[in-house]
């Protein structure tokens, strides 16, 4: 062992800076999960602070809250969405992109879509405002011209399952579909010749010759994606809901939760607590998600 | 192939349907811009709009003349992402580069270290205690720039197109008598530009739109990364209009949402920018990815 070491010794040492990063913020962080057993206190540290009595404690206050039921169910429920709507939209504007014949036509429409993907969910969180916000959202200018009602969209929890997926669409289907372009750039186009002297509409060849290319990588992606399904973009949820506490119930999920218990009431244990439980379950998910995702095709998991 | 006349309508439609969709990607971004050339008086009675009724600047003078406000963001934005980019570029570099080699016998266990933590990590509030009480990155710049150093994907992305190179370059380099950071320096690097510049962009991009460091780690005013400011402005201009509803006159003046809309230019000004000179790599660095997940 010393032998290799020594021998590539400059290749070891160039590794160790990001070696000791990784150490810091990843797995120290993970070693950190303990404090959800504890009655943690900032003087004494993660480590010194004393054990909870009982030792589950933070969860008992966790899960006897309404709170876990329904941002569990919101977490997973909103990413059961994204997943499903996103990858038909991102699947259909790839097949679009795949099919248009003029090129500068193709990169204006792909440089549009992409763009929303550049921008921060801050300034994402002012454009709604600009189009939803009672008094002067366009959303609602429209409405009052055509005569109907104005709709204080910030207080109708019922409606943000489907505007944050108009959002969440609206941000990611340029980035999305590139991804999928990518695995049709390979495509042997004699195959489509083939298929149209054979008498193939168009549609017909989508049908069997593009979607089934397609396949893979969709459910590579998906199967990746359903292991992320406990995790959610927080910056979207926190800048598109903040503090707009009515919109709690349908729009609240697991990584606003914590953050709030965390930064707003202080109540350590409980978001230690919800924490945990989050990263446990995530870690369950990936993992599985990666070893099936393996099985159905070598190469395209982590691991 | 030659298009032939039949498929004709159906690319008409084709054009359509990708019009609509840009159109629906564009439009919020024409609508702020517009906003924030609307005369105030038109937004208090009209709303927003796609196009100002009348022109008017007063939002963007107003904003000019409180500018060190956003120029304290655009400073410290600025300067994190500069030392985050090029700090992070070069230490992924530095570790992706020797996983990619198939001589080295370590190789495997490192990718392991850099693997475990894509799979699993602690959450949100240990890792907000171990960057508080025991690294001290709380209101100091370095809490906006050390976090985000490191991320396993960049290292994976950067280790596939590194073993990539074929082997034969390495052969010849030690051939020639060129040891392993000669043959890095002088070999390897200036093959890898295109990696540099995709990778590159993806970091700086995060570092520049990135608000969350800013928001679990800093409370000082004069730390807060641009996007924050931009969230305090547009959450100030609230409070201005609300405890103006005592006073009249001056107060009347302040063009309250223009310069939400105006605020929200300027920051995301550089990035349009400069956005068609940025979307070619951007593009690369993603096709390079998606060929190996």
């Known amino acids: 062992m010393l032998r290799e070491l020594s021998r590539h010794k400059a290749l070891y040492l160039m590794t160790l800076p990001a070696m000791f990063l990784l150490l ?12 959800a057993f504890k009655n943690f206190n900032l003087s004494n540290g993660i480590f010194a602070s004393p054990w909870m009595h009982p ?45 248009i014949r003029s090129a500068w036509f193709k990169r204006t429409a792909q440089s549009l879509t992409l763009l929303p993907y550049f921008i921060s969910w801050i300034v994402v969180g002012v454009f709604a405002y600009n189009i939803l916000n009672y008094e002067h959202g366009m959303l609602n200018e429209w409405f009052a011209k055509l005569g109907m009602d104005k709709i204080d969209w910030y207080s109708r929890p019922g409606a943000w399952p489907v505007l ?14 590139i991804i999928y372009l990518a695995s049709l750039t390979g495509i042997d186009h004699t195959l489509y010749e083939s298929a149209t002297i054979d008498g193939a509409t168009k549609f017909q060849q989508i049908r069997y010759i593009t979607v089934p290319l397609l396949r893979p990588t969709i459910v590579v992606l998906t199967l990746l994606a359903i292991g992320h399904i406990m995790n959610s973009d927080f910056g979207m949820f926190y800048s598109l809901v903040g503090d707009s506490a009515q919109l709690y119930p349908t729009v609240d999920v697991i990584d606003t939760f914590v953050f709030r218990s965390l930064k707003g009431s202080g109540d350590m244990g409980m978001s230690a607590a919800a924490s945990f439980y989050q990263s446990v379950l995530a870690f369950v998910l990936v993992y599985f998600s990666n070893r099936v995702a393996r099985k159905y095709e070598s190469g395209s998991a982590l691991f | 192939m030659k298009p032939r006349a039949i498929w004709q309508p159906g690319q008409l439609v084709l054009h359509a349907v990708l019009a609509l969709m840009s159109l629906f990607c564009l439009v919020p971004f024409i609508i702020i811009l517009s906003s924030s050339m609307t005369r105030e008086m038109d937004i208090l009675s009209n709303g927003y709009n796609l196009y100002p009724k009348h022109f008017d600047f007063t939002a963007y003078r107003y904003l000019f003349q409180r500018m060190s406000v ?16 090029i700090g992070s570029l070069a230490i992924s570099a530095m570790i992706a580069y020797p996983i990619s080699l198939r001589r080295l016998k370590y190789r495997r266990f490192i990718s392991g270290y850099v693997l475990v933590t894509l799979l699993f ?49 390495h052969e010849s380099a030690k051939i020639d008598g060129a ?9 390897i690097l200036p093959l890898s530009v295109p990696v540099f510049a995709s990778v590159g962009l993806f970091i700086a991009l995060a570092y520049w739109n990135d608000w969350w460091l800013g928001l679990m780690l800093i409370d000082k005013a004069s730390l807060q990364p641009l996007q924050l400011m931009l969230r305090t402005i547009v959450s100030n201009v609230d409070y201005l209009a609300n405890s103006s509803v005592l006073s009249t006159g001056a107060d009347q003046m302040v063009p309250r949402e223009g310069v939400k809309m105006a605020a929200t230019i300027v920051t995301i000004g550089p990035i349009i920018f400069l956005y068609p000179f940025l979307q070619k790599y951007f593009v690369k660095g993603l096709m390079m990815g998606a060929v190996k997940g």
């Open chain 1, 55 to 99: 030792i589950y404690e933070n969860f008992r206050y966790f899960f006897t809250s309404d709170n876990w039921v329904s941002v569990t169910r919101n977490t997973i429920l909103l990413n059961l969405l994204f997943i499903a709507v996103g990858t038909f939209v991102n699947v259909a504007l790839a097949i679009l992109f795949n099919e």
């Open chain 1, 164 to 177: 944050i997926l108009i959002i969440f669409v609206w941000k990611s289907v340029g980035y999305n579909s």
């Open chain 2, 179 to 187: 040891g392993e950071l000669r043959t890095l320096w002088s070999v």
């Open chain 2, 121 to 169: 990590n602690g959450g949100m509030v240990p890792w907000y205690i171990v960057c508080v009480k025991y690294l001290h990155l709380h209101n100091n710049l370095w809490a906006l720039i050390m976090p985000s150093l490191v991320n396993g994907f960049n290292i994976f992305l950067m280790r596939n197109y590194f073993s990539s190179i074929p082997e034969e370059m």
């Open chain 1, 24 to 35: 810091l913020f990843n797995y120290f962080p993970m070693a950190g999960i303990i404090i």
């Open chain 2, 70 to 85: 956003v120029l304290t963001g655009y400073k410290v934005t600025g300067l994190v992402t500069v030392i985050g980019t």
